[in-house]
T-cell receptor, first 112, second 114 residues
Framework: KNQVEQSPQSLIILEGKNCTLQ??????????LRWYKQDTGRGPVSLTI?????NTKSNGRYTATLDADTKQSSLHITASQLSDSASYIC???????????FGGGTRVLVKP | DAGVIQSPRHEVTEMGQEVTLRCKPI?????LFWYRQTMMRGLELLIY????????DSGMPEDRFSAKMPNASFSTLKIQPSEPRDSAVYFC????????????FGPGTRLTVL
């Protein structure tokens, strides 16, 4: 069964600190992996998209990594800000069609 | 561009009533997606269209749900009759054709069925 598992489910960090979110997937055949940020009451916003051949991609203070062999990805947030408080969703696309498989998300709370 | 536009933003209705959610995708995008998000199940794809044609509706929960895309700039998701378990946030997203493109999500419609 195609699945995307994220950990932790939630975490609290202090402003200015770094954190890393994990994503493991079993989706096959694999096309690409995406990280989305979803603020409360808003729609998800894409942070990164990585294909099989890419193992790291950055978007400002967000850096995503991908190990397609072990089917793992991580999202690292550097020097967290209060505005980073949101849910972060890992999404994997299969090679065929446009269907995406969503992880359950990690809820991040940044405290001053 | 205004982004993906959805209406209404909030809908409260009684069980048994018909509900119609609307979406205007980003101009020039060929693909349109309808999602449902709940606390229990997270984000689920209901249906998606390429060039106004439904491609995969395997996520539509049952016959009470239907979606149409009469033209490139408008889509509807209809629930008839609605049930309390349909309460969720419904998102519309659009993208350029091809699976490697970013999907841009609308603000969502929060549906409450009493």
């Amino acid at each position: 069964k195609n699945q995307v598992e994220q950990s932790p489910q939630s975490l609290i960090i202090l402003e200015g600190k770094n954190c890393t979110l994990q994503c493991n997937y079993t989706v096959s055949p694999f096309s690409n992996l995406r990280w989305y940020k979803q603020d409360t009451g808003r729609g998800p916003v894409s942070l990164t998209i990585m294909t099989f051949s890419e193992n790291t991609k950055s978007n400002g203070r967000y850096t995503a990594t991908l190990d397609a062999d072990t089917k793992q990805s991580s999202l690292h947030i550097t020097a967290s800000q209060l505005s980073d408080s949101a849910s972060y969703i890992c999404v994997v696309k299969m090679a065929a069609g446009n269907k995406l498989t969503f992880g359950g998300g990690t809820r991040v709370l940044v405290k001053p | 561009d205004a982004g993906v536009i959805q209406s209404p933003r909030h809908e409260v209705t009684e069980m048994g009533q018909e509900v119609t959610l609307r979406c205007k995708p980003i101009s020039g995008h060929n693909s349109l997606f309808w999602y449902r998000q709940t606390m229990m199940r997270g984000l689920e794809l209901l249906i998606y269209f390429n060039n106004n044609v439904p491609i995969d509706d395997s996520g539509m929960p049952e016959d009470r749900f239907s979606a149409k895309m009469p033209n490139a700039s408008f889509s509807t998701l209809k629930i008839q009759p609605s049930e309390p378990r349909d309460s969720a946030v419904y998102f519309c997203a659009s993208s350029l054709a091809g699976g490697q493109h970013t999907q841009y999500f609308g603000p969502g419609t929060r549906l409450t069925v009493l």
